[in-house]
């Protein structure tokens, strides 16, 4: 598996007088790929949410392609578009995620009913207790603290294996043993799983789990040669 | 999806709760007014074909038409006579083809009743009204001192009830005819010469001479195809002194005219009813975009289609709306069913509540109604949350 994006862009109407589109994200190309973590870091506003979704074919570019292995996302119809997604790309957005009407355990299994899938709720309590929230199975969303949604909404990403995986400030909410808990387990399900892991964040915590380090600014990325080395 | 519909509706109970009402108060509305019409129009038509005749022959001086009217519709009491030759001077007129005469008697308070009752005596040679409409329940004809009931007098089959101090067997109970009829007691001309002599023994006296024993109350005409019937209506009249010929037609017209207002009436508070409640379905269904936006986000985000969202939304809102049918349904069926009898009464028609199939048609129909609305209220809804936008969404309700 190989996702690759060519020359994409998105601008956004804004109503500033002289210019009123701006760029979100400047032309650019990149490549994901498997049994490796990218990491993508920059400022608030920099573009990289902008550029995961248009990654994560949630967000059509104003221009170019994303491809995954040969496929162009956006030339797809939405329900070939939507079926492929939910079997090959997991998403954790930055934002609450919880469908606040099903419980905790039903929200993880949830990308497989959708599509009438074999929930797999035996390893959906592996990883629950692995990052300490196996007794909210049954606990509604608004009982749960931030960090606690957000380990929710990665394990519902990594129950649903994806082939590659998005995690918009996946450690946004959580201390630092949780997030030394939920880099490492996205760390290890890119290399023993052979699944690729894109992270988007601001913080400095997932530079050392980085395969491939990129960096944003004002709409535009640049590659970075990680100090950190990239494996633990 | 159809399971997350569910657990959607149960756990958003308030909301649901709200919605059902919206489209059970559209159903209520439907079921019952329609029940009422279709109820008002049987009840016409159960008349018109009771009285089964073209023209009916009453004393000029006896009644008004208005209040001759009031005896088939509400059941009023009343007994007026003339001479039974009427009814053989009304067949040498040409173009009738039938003469049924009957003889009508009030009385004052039998055992079987706590109101007055009225008494129909009919002669079964020349009768065609009432005895086919006897004939659905009772096998045979009418003996001496035996008598059939209408549908709404308390008397059961076998049971003894006395008129003027005469014992008469109640053989026969009628089927229901909404109208006045149903409070009548049916017995042949023999047992009505008791009656009426019974009577005369109490000082009520229905001879129109000293020394005439032999009347009638009313002669049904029936006239023969390819007369004119207004044509042969006036050559009774010109025929038969102290007379009044009444087209039936023309009584009908009356309650006819009288029931369509009526349907009017309650076809537009019908239509007000819905176009008010559609507005507000639409208008809650609009804010509930709003509201859950994120949810559908996050449901597009983990790979639902635009069409299955839509269709979520859209199931959903049927459901609401077949719970909220079946509730209105319900209420309507136990209110309309319950207050028949004042319903009657206020607005003074022949009322006769359709058959158990038409009946479960309607209820049925108005279910799938209310779902095919409350969805059609939702489909903007279902629309726009279908094409929402995860990223927006997400990072809105963030």
Redesign the interface.
Known sequence: MILKAEGISKTFFRNTGSANYFYAVSPLSIEILPESVTVLTGRSGSGKTTLLNMLAGILEPTEGKVLLDDTDLYSLKDDVLSRLRNERIGVVPQARSAVDTLTVMENILLPARLYGKHAPAEEARQWMEQFGIDSLADAMPRELSGGELRRMAIIRAVVQDPDILFADEPTGDLDDENTEKVLSALYSFAHDQKKAVFIVTHENDALKYADRLYKMEKGRIGLQENQSGGAL | ?S??SV??L???PGRTIALVLLTAFLALAVFGGSMVVLSLRNGLQSLEARLGADIILVPSEAQSKVSFQNMFLQGTTGAFYMDASVTEKALEVPGVEKAAPQVFLASLKADCCSIKIQVIGIDPEKDFTVQPWIARSLTGELGEMEVAVGCKVEADIGEIIRIYEQRCKVIARLEPTGTGLDTAVYCNMDTMNQLLAAAEAKGISHKITSDDDSVVSAVYIKVKDGYDIDTVNTALTGKLRKVTAVRTRSMITGVSDSLAGVSRTITAMIIVIWILAFVILLLAYILIVRERS??FA???????????LGQMALLESSLCGLTGGVIGVIIAAVGVFSFAVLIEHSLGLPYLIPTFSTVMLLGIGTILLSAAVSAAASAFAAWRLSRV???TA??E??
């Open positions: 999806m399971s997350l657990k959607n149960k756990r958003k994120r949810e996050v449901l597009r985000l983990l790979g639902a289609s635009r069409k299955m936008n995860p990223g997400l990072r309700g963030n």
